[in-house]
């Protein structure tokens, strides 16, 4: 097994150049101790990032720095300035560090992920409802020219105990991977062990879905770049509002994800849908928010994708208890819902309000994608009072309409999180 991983990752380095993802755990240890003995020529260098979360962190980043030196390998190390709180914003702050070296140094990013990780981030995709390219997982890519390779995800952690423990290597544990709070650790240890007794064959199962779905997505993508006449302009993507109607409502479902992809926009099934409303039934001139700060616009026959206009969300706060816009002033209490003036709201996305503007969209619980004006309109609200009258939006997306309407995502759901928050016309 020694020979075999050093070779198999030799095999997927050849004739690239890499920079080497290594957190100081034993996989990440383990796949630089690979590609320092047989494929050094590959390497840019390492790249390690301090999540600032404690002493285990420090002496992770510290590890692999002077591992690195003794391997005679660069090593780049970055802290974050203030640790994050969850698994998304580490992530985040990790991704953004290592995507920053790969351009300086025109390289690839090389991760340690295995097969193992595979198999638990499909069944968590497969959980959450995810469509074929979420579904591909961390098999996205890994045999293309794409910025991330992961060379060890054909072998199993055990695989990579019996290398790393062959070789001698240091590591330093994560404490937080046993932490119950996090979804990816109860997969992990309890779910999926579960799931396999019951089940044998399921990860074997699991394994073949993800490929199933990186197949297609692949496909996909080849539709995209020769069907579709994609057109970049500053960073937006452009797509003919006619190339798309040829399409169904189950091929638009899987073209919008890859095409936002290349905005930088990830939708999930919501935002799939509403693309997809948008796409066959908007005027020339609308818009219509998506998450992480992007918007669709609908413009002289081209759909496009872009980040959401800087003064577009201008007057916007966050919303908490006390605000006011307005003659409207809301307050957070953990009451019963019993109007439209009151909404449970998803705790754990950014929430804010403002003035509602003109060409504003929102997606009524039960119901298609509609214009916040028509909507005002139908609830009686006269024109002169339209102007001033808030929209609560979490993240991107309009939630709510205080004395309106709200979306599915401002309504009681079982098992998640929600802040119950309370809307009161103070201009009367």
């Not at 695989?159 to 991977?177: C, G, Q, T």
């Not at 996090?182 to 779910?191: E, K, P, Q, V, Y």
């Not at 798309?244 to 899987?254: E, F, H, N, Q």
């Not at 005027?283 to 616009?297: C, D, H, N, W, Y």
Request: charged share 25%; with cysteine; proline share 4%.
């Amino acid at each position: 097994m020694h020979d075999s991983l050093a070779e198999l990752v030799a095999r997927q380095l050849r004739g690239r150049r890499v920079v080497l993802a290594v957190s100081g755990g034993r996989d990440s240890m383990s796949l630089m101790h690979a590609a320092a003995s047989r494929a050094r020529e590959s390497i840019a260098c390492v790249a390690s990032f301090d999540h600032a979360t404690g002493l285990h962190s420090a002496r992770a980043a510290a590890l692999v720095a002077r591992v690195a030196g003794e391997l005679g390998l660069e090593a780049i190390t970055a802290r974050a300035s203030t640790p994050g709180r969850t698994e998304a914003e580490w992530r985040a702050q990790r991704w953004s560090f290592l995507r920053c070296v790969a351009r300086e140094r025109c390289a690839q990013v090389a991760t340690a992920h295995t097969r193992d990780d595979q198999i638990e981030t499909v069944l968590m995709r497969t959980m959450r409802g995810a469509g074929a390219r979420g579904l591909a997982a961390l098999e996205s890519g890994a045999a293309s020219q794409g910025p991330i390779l992961r060379p060890l995800l054909t072998l199993g952690r055990a695989e990579i105990a019996a290398y790393a423990a062959r070789a001698k290597l240091e590591w330093v544990d994560d404490p937080s991977n046993s932490r119950a709070d996090h979804l990816r650790n109860r997969i992990r240890h309890d779910l999926l062990p579960a799931l396999a007794r019951a089940r044998p064959s399921l990860p074997g199962e699991l394994l073949s879905i993800g490929a199933r779905a990186a197949t297609l997505r692949a496909a996909v993508e080849r539709v995209v770049d020769r069907e579709l006449g994609i057109e970049r302009r500053d960073g937006a993507i452009l797509v003919a509002r006619e190339m798309m109607l040829r399409y169904d409502a189950k091929g638009l479902a899987l073209l919008w994800p890859a095409i936002a992809a290349r905005a930088g926009a990830t939708l999930d099934r919501r935002g799939t849908d509403r693309l997809i409303a948008f796409t066959t039934g908007v005027k020339r001139g609308a818009r219509m928010q998506l998450s992480g700060g992007f918007e669709a616009v609908s413009h002289r026959g081209a759909l496009i994708v872009r980040k959401a206009v800087s003064n577009a969300p201008s007057g916007a706060l966050g919303l908490s208890a006390g605000v006011q816009v307005g003659g409207f002033r809301f307050d957070a209490r953990d009451e019963d819902v019993v109007s439209l003036w009151s909404a449970k709201l998803p705790a754990g996305k950014t929430l804010t309000v403002r003035a509602w503007h003109p060409g504003d969209r929102m997606v009524p619980a039960g119901g298609d994608a509609r214009r916040v004006k028509g909507l005002l309109r139908d609830a009686g609200v006269d024109a002169a009072s339209r102007g001033a009258w808030p929209v609560v939006l979490a993240d991107d997306e309009i939630v709510w309409i205080p004395g309106v309407r709200r979306s599915s995502a401002a309504s009681a759901r079982s098992g998640r999180p929600v802040v119950t928050y309370h809307c009161e016309r103070i201009d009367r």
